[in-house]
Each structure stands twice: as structure tokens, then as C-alpha cells.
């Protein structure tokens, strides 16, 4: 009853997102329910088919999903928030907690432990009471069958549930109740060998971290207990993301019959090492996450080298292809060399049927799969654009000065002279409302039914009207609006030679969002300025400081497909000294304000602690190189959000940006706090309204948000400004919004005398 060659999960949004299309559609009326589950069916038969045809010889099911698979869980635990009980159709029930609507309030979404993806964080409170609802992975199991899968269900585990679920009304520490859970997930496992199933995998991504004490007792306890249940399919505990390391030894003394991990990620050492017996072992050799192609020589070598230390090895992907693009055919753009180095979903599919095969009969019953794999490498690694000179000579010369600046007094000195801003001066994140037309012009540029200059025009007249309204507003320090942006990495990425964009590159973000990361592939240079044009145009228009607006290396990496053939720190440091070309191009043109974005700085900490630091000091390092190549009237601001920065707030303070900004209206200015404990002296703009919700703030409500953080931050280091940019609000409401911050900081100004 073993198998041999499978994936963990796929992507579910639909090859030309049609989920995203239909649930939309959904959501508007436009579509009914029956439309909107015909779609959802001919989605997941179409990947399944696509898996069989391939070879796969265990199938997952129950990896579709309406919205997310965390929100999935707790419907089937009967954990979604109360709040949404009174509403009758479950369907509806669902996209409730997901996205909230008539006066409910939608669960809160958070990144997938270092992916892109976001889920649904649930509520576990004293009131929660959970219950099995298993309709939709019965249901899902016998479409599968019926279809004549091989299918295995896939569920998320209980001690990753619960350990990714936060607390309310004063509850307990969700992980605390799982054994309220146990004899759920042993009816679930009752009911699916009833139904058929001979397989059940189980996901526990969250035994790679340490994000909880004791995780691998816990899980010891828990799979000896699960394993214990008498009627129930084989069990697959799925790792991923990582090395689960003494938590594999702990399912190893588990009756589980087989254990799924990342060998990408994580090493085959622990595997080896784990004392895994005679169990069955997944081994995801081919990246899950990331878009090269496999070396299949290695990665053989890596399974053959398993194989005598465990019972059997089925081939696998380290984890679900939800985080890369389906298939490389859409992309007719590209050249063959490059086609030839990457591997989307379709093509990891071939991979690890390929490997499984080669497994089983020896590399030569493979030879051809094996020959290209090894030409495209080959290409890989000699390819002009991937080591350029150029790049890594000056690369090579850096030196520690250039990730420096004098310090910080002395700047503060030269730029209180050289821009003369009142005390707490007013200024926004960036981007204003990306209006219809801004949209109508991009996409008739694309088609080309309008030229560069007439986009630029269009462009100018938008960044225009916004420089006008910042001007009534009466704005310290103003900004261009961003209009020319389609999304604010894409646009560097389009830019810079090393990336190249995708056609058809979508991967799912949340719900049903999408984005289409670019793909670093070569080395980064930058032929000619990106942004000066657009910023000087912005400058023409008015006396008041226009603050130059460019994106960090650490986000730049973080939203893009990166090359895995060298350390990120290089990588880092390359987009680095890009950035840092068009921070002295735009001193040059007379910018005296720039900020250097890094929202995605906490998103791409190491999920394991003592790996923290040295992500830390590359990503701080590549920061400091893109911003002080400047003189110190140069003003460097930066902007922080999306996430708790207590893990990363030293490394906030080691940015030495001149000035902060921090989302931090949410949580009521704690974040000052924090920034005070460890000595931060620079100046600070903690966002004194939060953008995420079209609610205009009113002037005494900004007013005492600005008097909290007065009292953690001395006037002379504060600035005034919302907690994000304002890309998804309309003008209507950022015209009142601003307006108001601008009355309340005059109100507090004159407090201050
Ligand atoms: N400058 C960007 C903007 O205002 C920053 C976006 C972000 O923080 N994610 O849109
Ligand atoms: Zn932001």
C-alpha cells in the first residue's frame, strides 16, 4: 500500500485564475453558487488529472479551497468565530469570517510562516466548543474516487492549527486545549477509512519551528495517541518549510507509517539520523517554493543516499506547489536558456516522477530527464547574464565604510538646516489612490493603444493633481503619488537587469489575490535611473520638499522568485548598490528627502531563532549600503509594516535611517515603547491612523493618537503621518483623512508653543 511518487498539496486558484474570477463573481452577485462550485470541481479534477497523467501514484485531496486552508480547518473543527454564526448558508458563513461584511468584523490574516501566503488566523476562546464538520473532506474524497484517484486526504494537524490560532476573550493559549481536539481528528480518521481512504496525511508545518516550547513531546504524544486509533487509513505526518529535526526523531517513536520532509530546506542528515525504522519517508527533494529546476543528479543522490536508513522513500515536492506558478507554457516570452532553468508546478510534477522512476530502475531508465537537467544547468552556471564582471568586482571592492553613514547627530544637524520643516512635520507613506484612471491608462499602454509619451503624459497629470491637493492639504513633505507603479517591486524588478517578469506567473497571495513575482535571476545592475524623472517632474511643481519614494533590497527579494545559486546576502547587496545608484542620482537632480521602503523586513526572518542573526545583519547590511552612498543634509527615511516588530527591533535602530515610519495606530503607539527600551534616538513617524479601513479618522481622535506618542517621543524626533500608503483608498477619503491630521498636528503644534 506504499507509493512512490506524489506532491504534498497544489495550487488551487485555477492555470488563468478562474477561482479568483468565480468567487469574485460570487461575491458580486454576479454569479450563483451552483456556477461557483461547477468552477471549484472543474478546478480540482483538472489538477488531479494533471497529477495522474504525470505519474503520480498518491494523489492530495482536500487541498482546494474557497479561501484558505487554515480557515478550512477550523470549519471542519466547528472553530469559526461566533460572530458569523447567525448567518445560515455555510458558504456563506465562510467568506464571512474570511473577509467580513455587514457589520461583522473578519478574522485577522497573517503571513504562512515565511511564505507570501497569508491565511486566517482563528479565535480560540472560552466559548469556542469544537465539533467535527468532515463534509468537505468526505466530500472531496468520494469526487476523487468516483474519478478514479488514488486519493489521499490532506488536512492541517492539530497542534499546527492550534499553535497558528491566537487567544480571545481572555482565553488560554489555544495550544493548551488540544486535547479537546483528539477525539475529533480520531472520529475524522474513522470516518475516512470508512469512505475509502487508505492514506491520510496530516500537515504539521509548524514542527520546523520553535515558535511554541516543547513541540516535539507534544507531537510524540499526539501521533502515538492518533496512531493508537484501531480502524484508520496509514498516516503521512507532513513537514515543511524546513528541518523538523528532533521533532522527526519524536514521530519516529510514533506508530505513524510515514513521515513527509523538506530535504530542500531542511537536511537528509536528520532524516538519516532520526531513527525513522521502518517507516515510510516523503522526501520533498524538489523545491516547492522556489522555481528552478532540479538538479536531479543531486537530488538522486540525496534519496539513494536515505534509502538504506529509513523503510521506503516516496518521492515528493518539499512542499505544496501553491507558492509557484502552474506550468512554464503560458510563458512564450521567454528565451530558451531561461526557460530552460526553471520548473513551475506542471514541471516539478515531471521531476519527481522522473526521480521516483530513477529510484526505483537506476538513472539510465531516466537518461533523458536526467541529460537536460544537466544541460540546463550547465547553461545556468555559464550563462553571461548570471555572472556578470562587472557586478562582482564592485561587489568584491566594497569596503566597511560604504554600509555607513556619519552619524546620526551630525546628519540631524545638516538637514535641520538645509530643509527647514516646522516641528512635527506632516508627510505620507507614498502612494496615493490608484485611481480608474491610472489603471485604464497602464492596461491601454499595454495593449498598446497609447504610447509611452501619452502614458507619461497621463502619469504627469495624476502626480499633478495629487502635488496640488498635498499643497491645500498644506502637507510639509509631499510625495508623487506613485501613479507609475503597478505594484512597488514589480516595478523596480521591470527595471533592473537580473529579473525578469512572468506572463502567467500567479501565485496566490490570499483569498483570492494574486501576484506575479518577478525572477531574480542574474546578477543586478541598474542600466539607467528608475524613478529620478518622475520625482524631479513632481519637484517642478512645487516649492514645499518632495520626498523620493524607492523600494529596499530586503522587500525586492522578499516579493521576487530569487536565485538559490548563491548566498541571498550577495543577491542582497547587489539590489543594494542598484538602490543606492538611485538614491545619489536623485541627490544629484536635487531630492534632498528619500525613502527606502522595507515593509517585508520581518517577513523574512528565519523561522528557527538561532538562525535569526545572520538574516538580521545581511538584511541591516544591504539597507545601510542602499542608503548611504548620500551626503548628510540628505535626508534617508524609511517605512516599516505588515507585522510585530519586537523580534526585529534592534535591527530597526541598526537601519539608521534618519527617519521611521511604523505602522503603529493598531496598536496604540506600543511600538514607540519598544523603540525607547533599546535607545532609538532617530526620529520616528509612528502612523497615527490606520489606512486598512475606509473609516476617516476625525481631528481630535488623530489628535490624541499624536498626545500618545508625544509622550513616548520628544516633539523634536516626531513626525505626523498615516500608518501605510493609501494606493487602496479613494481620494474622497484620503482628501478627509489627511485634512484632518493636518488640523490635528497644527492643534498639537500649538500646545507645544
Ligand atoms: N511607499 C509605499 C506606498 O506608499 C509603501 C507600501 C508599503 O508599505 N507596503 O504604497
Ligand atoms: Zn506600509
Redesign the pocket.
Known amino acids: 500500500m506504499r507509493f512512490s511518487a506524489t506532491v504534498p498539496g497544489i495550487a488551487r486558484i485555477g492555470a488563468y485564475r478562474e477561482l479568483k474570477r468565480a468567487v469574485e463573481g460570487y461575491w458580486a452577485g454576479r454569479i450563483d453558487r451552483t456556477a461557483l462550485e461547477e468552477v471549484a470541481a472543474r478546478i480540482r479534477r483538472t489538477g488531479w488529472q494533471e497529477l495522474l497523467t504525470a505519474g503520480l501514484d498518491s494523489i492530495p485531496v482536500n487541498t482546494f479551497s474557497y479561501y484558505d486552508q487554515m480557515l478550512d480547518t477550523a470549519a471542519l473543527l466547528g472553530a469559526l468565530p461566533p460572530r458569523v454564526a447567525g448567518i445560515d448558508d455555510d458558504l456563506d458563513r465562510y467568506f464571512a469570517a474570511a473577509r467580513g461584511g455587514d457589520g461583522v468584523t473578519p478574522l485577522e490574516m497573517t503571513k504562512w510562516f515565511d511564505t507570501n501566503y497569508h491565511y486566517l488566523v482563528p479565535e480560540i476562546g472560552p466559548d469556542t466548543v469544537f465539533s467535527l464538520h468532515p463534509d468537505k473532506v468526505l466530500g472531496e474524497l468520494a469526487e476523487a474516487t468516483a474519478q478514479g484517484i488514488p486519493a489521499r486526504p490532506v488536512v492541517i494537524g492539530p497542534i499546527t492549527f492550534l499553535g497558528l490560532s491566537k487567544a480571545v476573550g481572555g482565553g488560554a493559549d489555544p495550544l493548551t486545549r488540544i486535547d479537546e481536539l483528539l477525539p475529533l481528528y480520531r472520529e475524522l480518521l474513522g470516518a475516512l477509512k470508512q469512505a475509502g481512504a487508505q492514506w491520510v496525511q496530516i500537515d504539521e508545518p509548524i514542527l520546523v519551528t520553535d515558535a511554541h516550547d516543547g513541540l516535539p513531546d507534544l507531537a510524540e504524544r499526539i501521533y502515538t495517541e492518533l496512531s493508537a486509533v484501531p480502524e484508520r487509513p496509514e498516516l503521512l505526518v507532513q513537514t515543511y518549510f524546513g528541518d523538523a529535526r528532533e521533532a522527526l526523531a519524536a514521530l519516529g517513536r510514533t506508530g505513524v507509517e510515514a513521515v513527509g520532509v523538506d530535504l530542500v530546506y531542511g537536511s537528509a542528515e536528520t532524516v538519516a539520523a532520526a531513527g525513522l525504522g521502518e517507516k515510510l519517508v516523503v522526501a520533498g527533494v524538489v523545491d516547492g517554493r522556489n522555481i528552478w529546476r532540479t538538479d536531479l543528479d543531486a537530488a538522486l543522490e540525496t534519496l539513494t543516499g536515505l534509502s538504506g536508513a529509513v523503510g521506503a522513500l516516496a518521492v515528493s515536492t518539499s512542499c505544496s506547489t501553491l507558492h509557484v506558478p502552474y506550468s512554464l507554457e503560458p510563458e512564450t516570452d521567454l528565451d530558451d536558456a531561461l526557460r530552460g532553468w526553471l520548473a513551475f508546478a506542471s514541471e516539478k510534477f515531471a521531476e519527481v516522477v522522473a526521480l521516483s522512476r530513477a529510484l526505483e530502475h537506476g538513472r539510465a531508465y531516466q537518461a533523458k530527464a536526467f541529460d537536460a537537467a544537466r544541460d540546463a544547468l550547465a547553461s545556468r552556471t555559464t550563462d553571461p547574464r548570471v555572472h556578470v564582471a562587472a557586478v562582482r568586482d564592485r561587489l568584491a571592492a566594497l569596503t566597511p565604510a560604504d554600509f555607513a553613514r556619519p552619524e546620526a547627530a551630525g546628519r540631524r544637524e545638516s538637514q535641520q538646516a538645509s530643509l527647514g520643516l516646522p516641528q512635527l512635520p506632516t508627510t505620507t507613506?507614498?502612494?496615493f489612490p490608484q485611481t480608474v484612471d491610472i489603471r485604464k491608462a497602464r492596461q491601454a499602454l499595454r495593449k498598446g493603444e497609447i504610447d509611452g509619451e501619452a502614458y507619461r503624459t497621463a502619469m504627469e497629470a495624476e502626480i499633478a493633481s495629487v502635488i496640488k491637493l498635498q499643497e491645500e492639504l498644506e502637507l510639509d513633505v509631499l510625495v508623487h503619488g506613485?501613479p507609475e507603479r503597478n505594484d512597488?517591486v514589480q516595478y523596480f524588478a521591470e527595471q533592473l537587469d537580473g529579473f525578469f517578469a512572468t506572463a502567467n506567473g500567479w501565485v496566490q497571495s490570499y483569498g483570492s489575490r494574486c501576484v506575479r513575482p518577478p525572477i531574480l535571476y542574474g546578477d543586478v545592475a541598474r542600466p539607467d535611473p528608475m524613478t529620478v524623472g518622475w520625482i524631479t517632474h513632481a519637484q517642478s511643481l512645487t516649492q514645499r520638499p518632495v520626498k523620493g519614494?524607492l523600494t529596499g533590497p530586503v522587500t525586492i527579494l522578499a516579493w521576487s522568485f530569487v536565485r538559490d545559486d548563491q548566498p541571498l546576502a550577495d543577491t542582497a547587496n547587489q539590489v543594494a548598490l542598484a538602490i543606492r545608484d538611485e538614491t545619489t542620482d536623485l541627490e544629484r537632480a536635487g531630492v534632498g528627502i528619500i525613502?527606502v521602503?522595507e515593509?517585508a523586513l520581518r517577513e523574512l526572518l528565519p523561522l528557527r531563532s538561532a538562525d535569526r542573526q545572520a538574516y538580521l545583519d545581511w538584511a541591516v547590511a544591504a539597507f545601510r549600503l542602499s542608503t548611504s552612498g548620500v551626503a548628510d543634509e540628505t535626508q534617508i527615511h524609511t517605512?516599516l509594516?505588515?507585522s510585530e516588530f519586537g523580534d526585529v527591533i534592534g535591527a530597526i535602530a541598526d537601519l539608521d535611517a534618519d527617519v521611521t515610519s511604523i505602522e503603529a495606530a493598531r496598536s496604540h503607539m506600543e511600538v514607540l515603547d519598544d523603540l525607547n527600551a533599546i535607545g532609538f534616538g532617530n526620529e520616528v513617524g509612528p502612523g497615527v491612523y490606520d489606512i486598512h479601513s475606509p473609516r476617516v479618522p476625525d481631528a481630535g481622535e488623530i489628535a490624541a493618537s499624536l498626545q500618545e506618542a508625544l509622550a513616548a517621543v520628544p516633539a523634536q524626533r516626531l513626525w505626523v503621518n498615516p500608518d501605510?500608503?493609501?494606493?487602496t483608498r479613494t481620494t474622497a477619503e484620503v482628501t478627509a483623512a489627511l485634512r484632518n491630521l493636518v488640523t490635528a498636528t497644527k492643534q498639537v503644534r500649538a500646545t507645544l508653543g
Not at 501605510?724 to 494606493?727: S, W
Open positions: 507613506i507614498g502612494s506613485e512597488m519614494m525613502q521602503d515593509p517605512h509594516c505588515y501605510c500608503g493609501l494606493k
